[in-house]
T-cell receptor, first 113, second 113 residues
Framework: RKEVEQDPGPFNVPEGATVAFNCTYS??????FFWYRQDCRKEPKLLMS???SGNEDGRFTAQLNRASQYISLLIRDSKLSDSATYLC??????????????FGQGTILTVHP | ETGVTQSPTHLIKTRGQQVTLRCSSQ?????VSWYQQALGQGPQFIFQ???????GRGNFPPRFSGLQFPNYSSELNVNALELDDSALYLC????????????FGPGTRLTVL
């Protein structure tokens, strides 16, 4: 099983739609989780962090299910500018003590008019 | 902008050559991590430097090496380049070595012919 696994999509949704991405992780000892956003040919940028059961920031909600070892990202009222690749990230997924970020392969989202 | 800079932006090399990529970390950050991102994949951790010492290493061969300088800037060196080394190389800086919040530079796109 991969350390971090995401559905690569792509997801094509109309403006205003609600879309959700899931991510599973293998190390049950992982404590913190992140969603990064990566625009085409750009660097990843931190979108949200998840330390407990969930986190909400405007139209974005991240949830954590420790029992099932998955994280989700919900985007409500999608905008054209939300089109990007969304990367699920688990620090130290392999049980290391340093800041190794383990990325999923990314989920591609395209929001169309 | 994150304040993390990388040079060069693009680079073309041939098999067997050696390459040096450079990164300047964000002001106040003492930790630099390097990642390789192949097309269509999430970034893969190469190694991390903390206070001028290698603090952790991913599954990359020894021909991938690095340095961190007293001002916390860093270099990634790759010897004996192979075609599969063609990728986007990302540098990320963070406040702490175990932090999941890392700030990425724009990357260096390396093409090996």
């Amino acid at each position: 099983r991969k350390e971090v696994e995401q559905d690569p999509g792509p997801f094509n949704v109309p403006e205003g739609a609600t879309v959700a991405f899931n991510c599973t992780y293998s190390n049950s000892a992982s404590q913190s989780f992140f969603w990064y956003r990566q625009d085409c040919r750009k660097e990843p940028k931190l979108l949200m962090s998840v330390y407990s059961s969930g986190n909400e920031d405007g139209r974005f909600t991240a949830q954590l299910n420790r029992a099932s070892q998955y994280i989700s990202l919900l985007i409500r009222d999608s905008k054209l500018s939300d089109s990007a690749t969304y990367l699920c990230v688990v620090p130290n997924a392999g049980g290391t003590s340093y800041g190794k970020l383990t990325f999923g392969q990314g989920t591609i989202l395209t929001v169309h008019p | 902008e994150t304040g993390v800079t990388q040079s060069p932006t693009h680079l073309i090399k041939t098999r067997g050559q050696q390459v040096t990529l450079r990164c300047s970390s964000q002001s106040g950050h003492n930790t630099v991590s390097w990642y390789q991102q192949a097309l269509g994949q999430g970034p893969q951790f190469i190694f991390q430097y903390y206070r001028e010492e290698e603090n952790g290493r991913g599954n990359f061969p020894p021909r991938f090496s690095g340095l961190q300088f007293p001002n916390y800037s860093s270099e990634l060196n790759v010897n004996a380049l192979e075609l599969d080394d063609s990728a986007l190389y990302l540098c990320a800086s963070s406040l702490e070595r175990s932090s999941g919040e890392q700030f990425f530079g724009p990357g260096t796109r390396l093409t090996v012919l």
